[in-house]
């Protein structure tokens, strides 16, 4: 029999983002950190987490402490809302809105909605629905990610001399190398891999482990 444990739902946006909306919903344990949460935006946008992050919370200025809260825990530090309306009604505690900021100089912001809480035969990240391409890393914002979208579009005879160079740098920096397309859906059933999820948490630390030294 499959174990069996408390998952939470959530729905990840990453803000302004358009033709399509770049959105990504998955489900981690509730005693997963803040730390986890973090690593599973990572991981399903197609970011390298080489650069700042912090979560913001209603009624805080930053999460920066609070990696090693458990999301089930998070009621400790009034991260709530009152609900008194809404399809659930009777002021019932509902998780507020979340902010995710990544890149304080692309200033990639994202909104975190939770959906859901079920028990599942679950232990680990699951990726559920995904759409649109990830930015690439230091690419500098949403603008000149829809500059990148358009000029993949074009006809590779119609590129200027800068559109052409900016089709180089993109395979350069891209994991996928020439074959990188942001006009491609995500792959949710290879993304869909606890192992390869936690695989790629361990690359993280160990290359941060390095940079320490």
């Known amino acids: 029999m499959p174990r069996m444990a408390d998952m939470y739902t959530f729905r990840v946006e ?7 909306a770049i959105y990504r919903i998955f489900a981690l344990p509730a005693t997963a950190t803040f730390e986890r949460l973090h690593y599973a935006i990572q991981y399903s946008f197609g970011w390298q987490n080489c650069h ?28 709530f809302d009152e609900v008194e309306d809404g399809p659930r009604g009777g002021g019932e505690r509902q998780i507020s809105p ?16 939770f959906l859901s809480s079920e028990v599942a035969p679950r ?31 074009l006809s590779p005879d119609n590129l200027t001399q800068g559109q052409q160079g900016l089709k180089e740098w993109c395979y350069g920096v891209s994991p996928l190398g020439t074959t ?14 606890p192992a390869r999820f936690r695989q790629q948490i361990a690359a993280w630390e160990e290359a941060e482990m390095e940079e320490d030294f």
Request: proline fraction near 4%; charged fraction near 25%.
């Open 123 to 153: 232990t680990d990240f699951q990726l559920l629905e995904a759409s649109g391409v990830g930015p690439l890393d230091d690419c500098h914002g949403v603008d000149a990610w829809n500059d990148i979208k358009k000029t993949f579009s």
């Open 98 to 113: 979340l902010g995710y900021t990544y890149d304080f100089g692309d200033c990639w912001e994202h909104e975190i909605i």
């Open 180 to 193: 990188f397309d942001p006009a491609a859906e995500p792959d949710v059933d290879q993304l869909d891999d």
């Open 14 to 20: 990453l803000a302004e983002s358009s033709n399509p």
């Open 52 to 79: 700042l992050h912090e979560f913001v919370f209603e009624g805080a200025a930053n999460g920066r402490g609070a990696l090693g809260y458990s999301l089930m825990n998070i009621s400790r530090v009034d991260w």
